[in-house]
């Protein structure tokens, strides 16, 4: 179960990553952004260690929950819209992945630990595959020195910090030491670095402030052999599941506090109806791009303040 569980974590940590947590800190640190990402990691370790928690509060924590469900709906969505299904409204394009996601939840905890373990496989080859494609196009003139300050590289740290720490808390599990996932934030952060190297360095510090989902959008170089080519779609799940799995880890903690499959459900649905609302507004979107940081940064307060563990386990 320890295994599963820091696997099920790895995909979390991966998760706000999309569309907004790599564009940011690339855009804030640019070619400094190895050395926010070794800050952030170095920070983010220190939060795994030291911030304990005990998922106590059951009104704080569904309620933190249904907020990072519906920012990593707003993403996936806004995704699959401008990449995929264009003319698609993106409330049927979330019927489908909300009932996938009542359908995991219905099963028990364990189900969301196995589908991790299989998932993971997929996703390790899929990344392998994006980096051996993509390497040869990385252009390094596009590290050049930017006179970046060291205050955005900073606050980029942070940034990164939290993005990969704060989705953790909603899965903190009594039965483990919250020193375990510590192994996993560091084999996570690796993958991230590299994610990073590819996306600025074929990109460069003026296309990464242009396009909305970077990441992706590098996807469109990913050949083999000269002949399969336009696999981005494919490749481009490696996204897909780590939001998809931190969506079902949010609901999976609506279940567990609430203690009612139905009234889950329902919560979810009703975020479908909200978050698919609230896309038609452009104003919305923005407002969540630029605000993201802040809203993890006041959650995960929340959660501290009202989950802290009065004596830490061994």
Same mark, same amino acid.
């Given at each position: 179960?320890?295994?599963?569980?820091?696997?099920?974590?790895? *995909?979390?940590?991966?998760?706000?990553?999309?569309?907004?947590?790599?564009? %940011? &800190?690339?855009?804030?640190?640019?070619?400094?952004?190895?050395?926010?990402?070794?800050?952030?990691?170095?920070?983010?370790?220190?939060?795994?260690?030291?911030?304990?928690?005990?998922?106590?509060?059951?009104?704080?924590?569904?309620?933190?929950?249904?907020?990072?469900?519906?920012?990593?709906?707003?993403?996936?969505?806004?995704?699959?819209?401008?990449? /995929?299904?264009?003319?698609?409204? %993106?409330?049927?394009?979330?019927? =489908?992945?909300?009932?996938?996601? &009542? /359908?995991?939840? +219905?099963? %028990?905890?364990? @189900?969301?630990?196995?589908?991790?373990? &299989?998932?993971? @496989?997929?996703?390790?080859?899929?990344?392998?595959?994006?980096?051996?494609?993509?390497?040869?196009?990385?252009? *390094?003139?596009?590290?050049?020195?930017?006179?970046? =300050?060291?205050?955005? @590289?900073?606050?980029?740290?942070?940034?990164?910090?939290?993005? +990969?720490?704060?989705?953790?808390?909603?899965?903190?599990?009594?039965?483990?030491?919250?020193?375990?996932?510590?192994?996993?934030?560091? @084999?996570?952060?690796?993958?991230?670095?590299?994610?990073?190297?590819?996306?600025?360095?074929?990109?460069? =510090?003026?296309?990464?402030?242009?396009?909305?989902? =970077?990441? /992706?959008?590098?996807?469109?170089?990913?050949?083999?052999?000269?002949?399969?080519?336009?696999?981005?779609?494919?490749?481009?799940?490696?996204?897909?599941?780590?939001?998809?799995?931190?969506?079902?880890?949010?609901?999976?903690?609506? %279940?567990?506090?609430?203690?009612?499959?139905?009234?889950?459900?329902?919560? &979810?649905?009703?975020?479908?109806?909200?978050?698919?609302?609230?896309?038609?507004?452009?104003?919305?979107?923005?407002?969540?791009?630029?605000?993201?940081?802040?809203?993890?940064?006041?959650?995960?307060?929340?959660?501290?303040?009202?989950?802290?563990?009065?004596?830490?386990?061994?």
């Amino acid at each position: 179960m320890k295994k599963e569980y820091n696997i099920l974590n790895y *995909f979390n940590m991966r998760s706000l990553f999309l569309g907004v947590g790599l564009s %940011k &800190i690339l855009i804030d640190a640019k070619e400094l952004f190895w050395l926010a990402l070794i800050l952030g990691t170095i920070l983010g370790i220190l939060i795994l260690k030291f911030i304990h928690l005990d998922l106590k509060n059951k009104v704080i924590n569904t309620l933190i929950a249904s907020i990072f469900f519906a920012i990593g709906l707003t993403f996936l969505l806004n995704m699959i819209a401008t990449m /995929y299904l264009t003319e698609t409204p %993106k409330f049927f394009i979330g019927i =489908p992945l909300i009932l996938l996601i &009542i /359908y995991i939840l +219905s099963k %028990k905890e364990i @189900v969301l630990f196995r589908i991790s373990s &299989i998932l993971i @496989v997929i996703n390790v080859f899929l990344f392998m595959a994006m980096f051996l494609s993509l390497i040869h196009s990385v252009d *390094f003139i596009n590290f050049s020195y930017t006179n970046t =300050p060291l205050k955005n @590289v900073l606050f980029a740290s942070l940034e990164y910090a939290l993005f +990969s720490t704060v989705p953790t808390m909603i899965t903190r599990h009594k039965k483990f030491s919250d020193t375990s996932l510590i192994k996993t934030y560091i @084999v996570s952060s690796i993958t991230m670095g590299l994610l990073f190297f590819l996306t600025y360095g074929m990109l460069g =510090p003026y296309l990464i402030e242009t396009y909305r989902y =970077p990441e /992706y959008i590098i996807l469109k170089e990913v050949t083999f052999f000269e002949t399969l080519a336009n696999l981005e779609n494919f490749i481009s799940f490696i996204w897909i599941f780590d939001v998809l799995i931190f969506l079902v880890s949010c609901g999976n903690t609506i %279940k567990k506090s609430i203690n009612n499959e139905k009234i889950t459900f329902t919560i &979810i649905i009703l975020l479908l109806f909200i978050v698919s609302y609230l896309n038609k507004f452009y104003e919305y979107i923005i407002t969540t791009y630029k605000y993201t940081f802040f809203i993890l940064l006041i959650c995960s307060s929340l959660l501290y303040l009202f989950n802290r563990k009065t004596h830490q386990d061994d």
